[in-house]
């Protein structure tokens, strides 16, 4: 179905949903147990050019490093570490991932850095949700941001100088356990749960592998009996997730984002019979003040004198009517004609629900 006008408004957007297509089945689901884990330590940067944090815990993360290398600072005495700063490492660790493996990290200051930017991450263990250290960090950081400050105190910022990224920056020193091999099933998790979408799904597999092969636990899950050997399992896998399934259409729904204007109607939203009219009520109101000058004998003074003049204007309201089962492009044309503005016709739709003639769930966002 295409849309031959776009509503009125540069901020209001109507998505009309293409005819159904066949997806892969591992566009529309996930498996139980592959999933990535969330990795983070603390840790410093150093060669910084002087634009280094002044936290007190970065003193004393550097007191506890130089300890460990055997340099004891005298007590009383805080170093100046203009070119030191504390930092947070995230990373993820994907699915599958071996030791030896590299990832990406994220480097984010923590105290007031004012950027990152030819820094070197030093050796920073990063910890799983159980504490246990999955991976090593350390290298130069790549930092998009960039400042300048002058003298006088102004000063200019461009895109985020306190974060920056370490391409492989950390090396995976222990591997998470799976449960991909474990058991005789394999179970997919939809992205979207939904009841006719999962018994398509049970369809489908059923249909490529035979009867009783798949069965659906729920809107979410739907388990496929498989092969124990991993080697087989790897194979009979690749055959499940390239399946096409014809996923159901989503719930109809209408979202409307009030703080930018911006309004989504889904394909399936109906209108039940319903006239509506909406109009605008201008008021202009505009300040002449006029200086008043005094008589040259009379002993007065220089006045202002206000001039207010207001107009208020309404424009003529239209009515435009709904009949039964009207489809999204009747929504549109309707809208159209009438030339309402993305605020009208927010206005518009909360009314229709309201009266219980707008089928479909109105999301305000």
Known sequence: MSLKKLLTGALMLVVCAAPVMA???KDLARIKGVRNNQ???YGLVVGLDGTGDKAPFTNQTFRNMMNQFGVTLPEGVNPNLAN????TVSATLPPFAKTGQEIDITVSSIGNAD???GGTLLMTPLKGADNNIYAMAQGSMVVGGFGAQGQDGSRITVNVPSVGR????ATIEREVASPFTKGDTITFHLLRPDFTTARRVVEAVNGHLGPDMAYAHDATSISVRAPRDPSQRVSFLSILENINVDPAQDAAKVVINSRTGTIVVGQNVQVSPAAVTHGNLTVTIQENPNVVQPNPLAQGETALEQDSQIAITEEPARMFK???AVTLNDIVQAVNQVGAAP???MAV????KQAGALRAELIVI
């Open 23 to 25: 997806d892969r089945l």
């Open 39 to 41: 990795l983070v330590g």
């Open 84 to 87: 030191v700063a504390a930092v």
């Open 115 to 117: 950027s990152l930017r």
């Open 166 to 169: 370490i391409p492989n920056g």
């Open 322 to 324: 709904f009949g039964p």
């Open 343 to 345: 605020g009208d016709v």
């Open 349 to 352: 739709l909360e009314a229709l």
